[in-house]
Structure formats: C-alpha cells, structure tokens
C-alpha cells in the first residue's frame, strides 16, 4: 500500500518533519534508561558489584580496594609532581644566581676599564643585539621552558571532584533480602530497606548513616532517623549531618543527577547525506 502523499512529497522548500526524522536532522533528545545508568549497588570505579563498600561524604560509593588505588595513584602522582616543581625552582634559583655573577662580573670589568681610561667595545644595546635570538634561523630558535606549576597536594574524589581523604570515608552495610538462601553471585542479590523491607533500586533515594553505615531508604530516614536521631538497626546515635544520601547514576553514559537526558546533535554532510553526530548527556 503505497504512502501518504506527504510523505512523499520533497519537492519543498523546507524540511518536513517525516524527512527530518529519516535523516536525523537537528537535536534528539530522550530519558536515559535502566542500561545506562549505574546500579546503586555497584562501584563507581569499577562498575562491578560492590565488595567492603566504602562511601564519601558526598554520597559515592566504591570498592574499598579500588579507592584505595586510587588515593594511592593520586599520591604517588602528587609527589612526582612536586618533585618535577622543586627541580624546575632548584634550576631557576641556579639561573638567577648565575645571571647576578654575570652581571656583577659585568659591572667589575666596567669599572675596570673606565678607570683605565679604556672604552667599553660594547654598550647594553649593542649587547642585547649580539645575543637576541632569530626565530628564522634553526640554530637561533628561543626555547620556551615549560613551567611547570605547583601541585595541590590533596587528594579528590573521582566522581564528585572535591578534596576527599581516607578517613572521611566510611563503611557502608547493605541489607539483603533473604540471608538464609544467599547466593555465591553477589550480581542476583537483592536489597532491602532494614525498615520497610521496601526492595531498594536506582528509582528510590537511598540514604546512609556515617556512624554506623546502615543504608535505608529516604523516606524511612527522614520518618524516624531524622526525628529519633538514632539508627533503627544498631540503636546507635547519629546527627542530621549524619544522614548522606546516596548518588544515583555516574558511568560513562549519564552523570549524577535525578533527570538524565540523552542529547545528540546532528548535523548533516553537504551533499553526502551523513550526519556529523555528537552525543552528550543533559542533565
């Protein structure tokens, strides 16, 4: 059965939405799925099921083993990096006490020479001409010494970016669902709240205790932790700071954010018929 004619009709002057669409043409946006985003149960760094789970105070979870690689990594590159700085300081330190002995042996064979009665060959213009480099000539080129800053010496987060060290990470406990058939695959296991017995996914907010690191849903936290000001599993105090809440999301395809969108923009070839596509992630 053959199309409407509208849809088949290309001889305008504009593009019709049917033929934008067939082409893509212009800016797609859609909400991010399931498979993009991050289980709430899985490392940030490595993407895998969580194992001795550590939190920061912003919310992102990790393997304790992969953030400790990570702070070791930040560490060691930190040191190169002031060891590279207190070499370029050490040469330039060199370079400055090397110029004052140029000079004053300058100013020493001047006054030499003047009270000699001898005259100068050269004066400072002369001189400045006689050294100045020539971009024109290979053997002349100026070299332009790379200056190397002077590091932050703290160690950040790989997801939030803020200053983070070992000891403001805590441990975090999540409940299972059924301990007494628990599976060797830690991926099959389901969670729960410890209150509401409530599955816990990407879809609720969930919130951890930094005293004790029992993890329970938002609701629950805000019912009875935020007013009781004690956690309902260890009957152990805690503080309104104490309640930080859980980041959901943060792989390479989506950020940290409760509205992921999926934009693409595409722009067609001139006469080709293809589309230079960028993607990006609109949060």
């Not at 790379?146 to 990470?169: D, F, N, Y």
């Not at 936290?221 to 930080?244: I, P, Q, T, Y």
């Amino acid at each position: 059965m053959p199309q409407r004619h509208s849809k088949n009709n290309n001889d305008l002057a504009y593009f019709t939405y049917d033929e934008k669409k067939k082409l893509g043409y212009g800016t797609q946006k859609e909400r991010l799925g399931r498979d993009s985003i991050k289980p709430f149960d899985a490392c940030c760094l490595c993407l895998k099921p969580l194992i001795d789970p550590l939190c920061c105070q912003k919310g992102h979870v990790f393997c304790k083993e992969c953030i400790l690689e990570c702070l070791l990594s930040q560490k060691k590159d930190i040191q190169r990096r002031l060891a590279a700085h207190a070499l370029q300081q050490k040469q330039e330190n060199d370079e400055e006490e090397e110029k004052l002995m140029l000079q004053k042996a300058k100013e020493l064979e001047a006054f030499d020479q003047q009270n000699h009665g001898a005259v100068p060959q050269y004066n400072d213009r002369t001189e400045a001409l006689r050294n100045m480099k020539a971009f024109w000539l290979p053997s002349a080129t100026p070299e332009a010494p790379v200056k190397v800053q002077a590091p932050s010496t703290s160690t950040i987060c790989p997801e939030g970016k803020e200053k983070l060290k070992l000891k403001t990470l805590f441990p975090i406990y999540l409940t299972e669902e059924n301990k007494e058939q628990k599976k060797s695959n830690s991926i099959n296991t389901n969670f729960i709240c410890p209150s509401c017995k409530v599955t816990l996914t990407n879809t609720l907010t969930l919130v951890a205790l930094s005293t004790c690191g029992h993890v329970f849903c938002k609701k629950c936290a805000d019912r009875f932790m935020a007013v009781d000001k004690v956690c309902l599993v260890c009957n152990k105090g805690c503080k309104e700071r104490s309640l930080v809440c859980l980041e959901r999301g943060g792989t390479g395809f989506a950020a940290h954010d409760d509205h992921l969108e999926a934009t693409d923009f595409k722009h067609l070839g001139s006469g080709s018929g293809l589309g230079l596509v960028r993607p990006a992630v609109k949060t």
